[in-house]
Each structure stands twice: as structure tokens, then as C-alpha cells.
């Protein structure tokens, strides 16, 4: 029998995807939901929701007649769902995998829900299954030093064997971008710096797989010049040493011209 392909969904904003999952939580909390408790839930004026309701009800996603209680149709119900999983799925990733405090997972989880896709879903999806499913990816994420933990807490286990490939797990013997010559490239690693610095690098474009050539080698004194993903980029001897680099792979890449792939 072949699978029946499942309807696109409705196409809506943000706060209207908001309005029909807070609608479904309180008709699963209360059995209802109306006008007052959806704003005070949703932090907005009872007049906003009004005005949100009436385009969803001609949309067909919710059964509303004023000073009545509203509900949600079968096709809106079927999108509240699915913002609610995504937002379900995202918290568990940043919260479970990702080691975020619960409140900061769902924060972040509410900002991300509505522009994840279907097939990213299904990715990350993927990844929660191989986490909770296999014992040796579990293992290695629990004891990986890379991997993040609340109050960034390390783990003493023992690593598996693969991991000796990993520059964070090999000692003073890992090479950053302070250690390579004019000419030469890599691959970025990771970063080993402090948050803040660990995030202005990253927001540099300095992504674990990004390819990276040094240009020009650094001192003390002078910045290091080196181009990542196509553009050119200075760093400072400090800054060039927390970049942690795996040689021999960024011959190839596409780096004479700037790429917006992600």
C-alpha cells in the first residue's frame, strides 16, 4: 500500500501559529479556551487575539463567535500540533543534547519553531533517535569534553577510541591557527575560548568544517591573516590560538569566492 503524502501545511505568521498552539494547550488544560485566557496566556490584548481569531476562523482553523469560547477546526488542530512538536522537538535538542537550562531551551525553542522545515525537522529528529537509541552515541556525548554540559561540567569517562581524532581529547599535540604557516590550510576543529570569545569567533564564520588558509602568519605584534569560507579575515595571536584545526582538508574546498550556504 503506498503512503498517502500528508497535506502542506496552512501558511500563517508567527503570531498566528502562536494564537492556535496556545489555543490547543488550554483546551487540553481547561477543555476550552477563550478570548481572555488566550491574551493573558500570550501576554497580548484581548482585542489582538480578537482580530487574530477572526482571520483564523476564515481561514477555517477555529470555530469563533464573539463572547463565546473558541475552538480549534480539524485542519487548524492538525497545524497547532504541529508547531507544538517542533517547539517539543527544539526544546529537547537544546535542552537533552545541547545541555541548555530548561527555561533558556524553551525560550530558544519558541523563536526557532516556526522556521524550522519539514525536512530539518525530520534531521533533527533523526539525531534525538540516534542519541536515545544508541548506546555508544549516548556514551560519547556524555563523555566527550566538547560536549556541553550545564555550568560546563566535564565528564571524567573513559572516551571511545575514535575519539584520539579529536583535538580537543589530544593534548598540547593539537595544532590551532597560531601554529600554521603562510600557505598552509586546515579545517576548523572547534574553539577552545572563553563563551564570549568562543561566540565572536564563531560569529566570524569560524564554524567547525569551515575550510581556512593562512595568508599571512601572525606575532605578537601583528594579526594573523588567514581566509575562512571565501573571505578574508585578521586574528589576533590570542584569538588564532583557540581555533583548534585538523590539517590537510581545506585543499579543494571553494574558498576564492564567498558561499551562503549553511
Same mark, same amino acid.
Request: with cysteine; charged share 25%.
Given at each position: 500500500?503506498?503512503?498517502?503524502?500528508?497535506?502542506?501545511?496552512?501558511?500563517?505568521?508567527?503570531?498566528?501559529?502562536?494564537? +492556535?498552539?496556545?489555543?490547543?494547550?488550554?483546551?487540553?488544560?481547561?477543555?476550552?479556551?477563550?478570548?481572555?485566557?488566550?491574551?493573558?496566556?500570550?501576554?497580548?490584548?484581548?482585542?489582538?487575539?480578537?482580530?487574530?481569531?477572526?482571520? %483564523?476562523?476564515?481561514?477555517?482553523?477555529?470555530?469563533?463567535?464573539?463572547?463565546?469560547?473558541?475552538?480549534?477546526?480539524?485542519?487548524?488542530?492538525?497545524?497547532?500540533?504541529?508547531?507544538?512538536?517542533?517547539?517539543?522537538?527544539?526544546?529537547?535538542?537544546?535542552?537533552?543534547? =545541547?545541555?541548555?537550562?530548561?527555561?533558556?531551551?524553551?525560550?530558544?525553542?519558541?523563536? =526557532?519553531?516556526?522556521?524550522?522545515?519539514?525536512?530539518?525537522?525530520?534531521?533533527?529528529?533523526?539525531?534525538?533517535? +540516534?542519541?536515545?537509541?544508541?548506546?555508544?552515541?549516548?556514551?560519547?556525548?556524555?563523555?566527550?569534553? %566538547?560536549?556541553?554540559?550545564?555550568?560546563?561540567?566535564?565528564?571524567?569517562?573513559? =572516551?571511545?577510541?575514535?575519539?584520539?581524532?579529536?583535538?580537543?581529547?589530544?593534548?598540547?599535540?593539537?595544532?590551532?591557527?597560531?601554529?600554521?604557516?603562510?600557505?598552509?590550510?586546515?579545517?576548523?576543529?572547534?574553539?577552545?575560548?572563553?563563551?564570549?570569545?568562543?561566540?565572536?569567533?564563531?560569529?566570524?564564520?569560524? =564554524?567547525?568544517?569551515?575550510?581556512?588558509?593562512?595568508?599571512?602568519?601572525?606575532?605578537?605584534?601583528?594579526? %594573523?591573516?588567514?581566509?575562512?569560507?571565501?573571505?578574508?579575515?585578521?586574528?589576533?595571536?590570542?584569538?588564532?590560538?583557540?581555533?583548534?584545526?585538523?590539517?590537510?582538508?581545506?585543499?579543494?574546498?571553494?574558498?576564492?569566492?564567498?558561499?551562503?550556504?549553511?
Amino acid at each position: 500500500m503506498k503512503d498517502v503524502p500528508a497535506k502542506a501545511p496552512v501558511p500563517m505568521s508567527e503570531p498566528h501559529e502562536d494564537t +492556535l498552539e496556545t489555543i490547543w494547550l488550554l483546551e487540553r488544560e481547561h477543555g476550552s479556551a477563550r478570548v481572555r485566557d488566550i491574551a493573558k496566556a500570550r501576554g497580548v490584548k484581548a482585542a489582538t487575539v480578537s482580530i487574530a481569531l477572526g482571520k %483564523l476562523s476564515s481561514a477555517k482553523l477555529v470555530n469563533y463567535a464573539r463572547r463565546e469560547s473558541v475552538s480549534l477546526t480539524a485542519r487548524g488542530e492538525r497545524a497547532a500540533r504541529r508547531v507544538f512538536s517542533r517547539h517539543r522537538l527544539l526544546a529537547r535538542l537544546f535542552g537533552d543534547v =545541547l545541555g541548555m537550562p530548561p527555561g533558556a531551551a524553551g525560550k530558544q525553542a519558541c523563536t =526557532l519553531e516556526h522556521a524550522l522545515t519539514g525536512d530539518a525537522m525530520d534531521r533533527v529528529a533523526r539525531l534525538l533517535e +540516534l542519541v536515545e537509541a544508541c548506546p555508544s552515541v549516548a556514551e560519547s556525548l556524555a563523555a566527550c569534553p %566538547l560536549a556541553p554540559r550545564p555550568g560546563d561540567a566535564r565528564s571524567r569517562r573513559r =572516551l571511545p577510541p575514535a575519539c584520539r581524532r579529536c583535538p580537543e581529547t589530544a593534548g598540547s599535540g593539537a595544532e590551532s591557527v597560531a601554529d600554521l604557516k603562510r600557505g598552509q590550510d586546515a579545517v576548523v576543529a572547534s574553539i577552545r575560548a572563553t563563551a564570549a570569545r568562543r561566540r565572536r569567533l564563531l560569529d566570524l564564520g569560524l =564554524l567547525p568544517g569551515s575550510a581556512i588558509v593562512v595568508e599571512r602568519s601572525g606575532s605578537r605584534a601583528r594579526a %594573523l591573516r588567514v581566509v575562512c569560507q571565501g573571505a578574508p579575515l585578521s586574528l589576533r595571536q590570542a584569538d588564532a590560538a583557540c581555533v583548534l584545526v585538523r590539517r590537510g582538508g581545506a585543499s579543494g574546498a571553494p574558498e576564492g569566492r564567498l558561499s551562503w550556504t549553511r
